[in-house]
C-alpha cells in the first residue's frame, strides 16, 4: 500500500519524522508493508493523490500552499479515500469543510493573518501553564475524551486518554455548530469542551485530530491504535482498488 503524507517536510520539526516512523510501525504491527511518500504542499496534484491509497495531512502550518492542502483534504473527503489528518491538518479539515461545504469562501485560521478573514481557528483559549518559552500554548501531554460510537472510539475505544500535542492554535468554540452543519462529527473534546477531533460519518475513515498520535507513538515506543486503525483502512482501501482494476480488466478483454 502507498501512503501520501501531504505536508512540507522538516527533518528538524519531531512531528515529520515522527510521522513516517510512527506509519511504518503501525503497518509492521499489521503485518503490513508500507511505502511512504511526503507529498509537498506545492506540489499537490489530482495525479499524486491518485497514487496513493491513502492519505496523511501532516501538521506544519502555515504551509507553503494552503491551497495545496485544502485541495487534498477536499480530494480525499469528495473521492471517498482514507484521511488522517493531525494539527495543522485537522485544523486545515474545518477550514476546507466550511469553505467548500458551507460555501464561505474566506474562512481561514488566524495563523495567516490574512485580510477580511472569517477566522474558524483562532488561538488556543486555555495555555498550557508549565511549559517552555518557546513551546506553543498547548504541548505535551493532554487530557481528552473520546466520544462513544465514533470511528475514533472504534480505533482508540471512548473515554479518556492523553494523548500528545504541539500547537497554538485550536478551532473556534462559536463555529462548533456550524463544523456540524459541514457534516464533520465531533468524535473528541478536551477538559472544558474545546474540540479536539471530528470525523465524517458514512466515510470508509475520514478522521481529523487535533492531537498528534504520531507523537505519542514515538514516545511509548508503540503502534499507536488509531494509527494501526489508518492504516489497515489504508490497505483495505488499496486492495479493493486492485481487485476493481483486475476485474474491469478482465472484463475488457473478454
Same mark, same amino acid.
Given at each position: 500500500?502507498?501512503?501520501?503524507?501531504?505536508?512540507?517536510?522538516?527533518?528538524?520539526?519531531?512531528?515529520?519524522?515522527?510521522?513516517?516512523?510512527?506509519?511504518?510501525?503501525?503497518?509492521?504491527?499489521?503485518?503490513?508493508?508500507?511505502?511512504?511518500?511526503?507529498?509537498?504542499?506545492?506540489?499537490?496534484?489530482?495525479?499524486?493523490?491518485?497514487? *496513493?491509497?491513502?492519505?496523511? !495531512? @501532516?501538521?506544519?502550518? +502555515?504551509?507553503?500552499?494552503?491551497? #495545496?492542502?485544502? $485541495?487534498?483534504?477536499?480530494?480525499?473527503?469528495?473521492?471517498?479515500?482514507?484521511?488522517?489528518?493531525?494539527?495543522?491538518?485537522?485544523?486545515?479539515?474545518?477550514?476546507?469543510?466550511?469553505?467548500?461545504?458551507?460555501?464561505?469562501?474566506?474562512?481561514?485560521?488566524?495563523?495567516?493573518?490574512?485580510?477580511?478573514?472569517?477566522?474558524?481557528?483562532?488561538?488556543?483559549?486555555?495555555?498550557?501553564?508549565?511549559?517552555?518559552?518557546?513551546?506553543?500554548?498547548?504541548?505535551?501531554?493532554?487530557?481528552?475524551?473520546?466520544?462513544?460510537?465514533?470511528?475514533?472510539?472504534?480505533?482508540?475505544?471512548?473515554?479518556?486518554?492523553?494523548?500528545?500535542?504541539? *500547537?497554538?492554535?485550536?478551532? !473556534? @468554540?462559536?463555529?462548533? +455548530?456550524?463544523?456540524?452543519?459541514? #457534516?464533520?462529527? $465531533?468524535?473528541?473534546?478536551?477538559?472544558?469542551?474545546?474540540?479536539?477531533?471530528?470525523?465524517?460519518?458514512?466515510?470508509?475513515?475520514?478522521?481529523?485530530?487535533?492531537?498528534?498520535?504520531?507523537?505519542?507513538?514515538?514516545?511509548?515506543?508503540?503502534?499507536?491504535?488509531?494509527?494501526?486503525?489508518?492504516?489497515?483502512?489504508?490497505?483495505?482501501?488499496?486492495?479493493?482498488?486492485?481487485?476493481?482494476?483486475?476485474?474491469?480488466?478482465?472484463?475488457?478483454?473478454?
Amino acid at each position: 500500500m502507498r501512503i501520501g503524507i501531504v505536508g512540507d517536510y522538516n527533518p528538524a520539526t519531531e512531528s515529520h519524522p515522527a510521522t513516517t516512523s510512527a506509519l511504518f510501525l503501525a503497518a509492521r504491527a499489521n503485518g503490513l508493508t508500507a511505502d511512504i511518500e511526503w507529498i509537498s504542499t506545492p506540489r499537490v496534484t489530482e495525479g499524486a493523490l491518485l497514487r *496513493c491509497d491513502g492519505l496523511f !495531512a @501532516a501538521p506544519g502550518s +502555515p504551509y507553503r500552499s494552503a491551497g #495545496g492542502m485544502l $485541495a487534498a483534504l477536499q480530494f480525499a473527503r469528495e473521492r471517498m479515500r482514507p484521511m488522517l489528518a493531525t494539527c495543522g491538518g485537522f485544523q486545515y479539515t474545518l477550514i476546507e469543510a466550511v469553505r467548500n461545504v458551507l460555501g464561505i469562501a474566506n474562512a481561514d485560521t488566524a495563523e495567516n493573518n490574512t485580510p477580511g478573514a472569517v477566522n474558524v481557528i483562532t488561538p488556543v483559549v486555555c495555555a498550557v501553564e508549565q511549559r517552555g518559552e518557546q513551546d506553543p500554548k498547548l504541548v505535551g501531554q493532554a487530557k481528552l475524551t473520546v466520544v462513544p460510537d465514533t470511528q475514533l472510539a472504534a480505533a482508540m475505544g471512548p473515554g479518556e486518554h492523553f494523548e500528545g500535542f504541539f *500547537c497554538n492554535y485550536e478551532p !473556534a @468554540a462559536e463555529w462548533l +455548530p456550524r463544523f456540524t452543519e459541514a #457534516g464533520l462529527r $465531533a468524535n473528541a473534546h478536551g477538559p472544558q469542551g474545546e474540540l479536539r477531533g471530528v470525523e465524517i460519518t458514512g466515510h470508509p475513515f475520514f478522521i481529523a485530530t487535533l492531537f498528534q498520535p504520531q507523537l505519542t507513538s514515538k514516545r511509548s515506543g508503540r503502534p499507536h491504535p488509531l494509527l494501526v486503525a489508518y492504516v489497515n483502512a489504508v490497505n483495505e482501501f488499496g486492495t479493493n482498488e486492485k481487485k476493481a482494476a483486475r476485474k474491469a480488466a478482465r472484463k475488457t478483454a473478454s
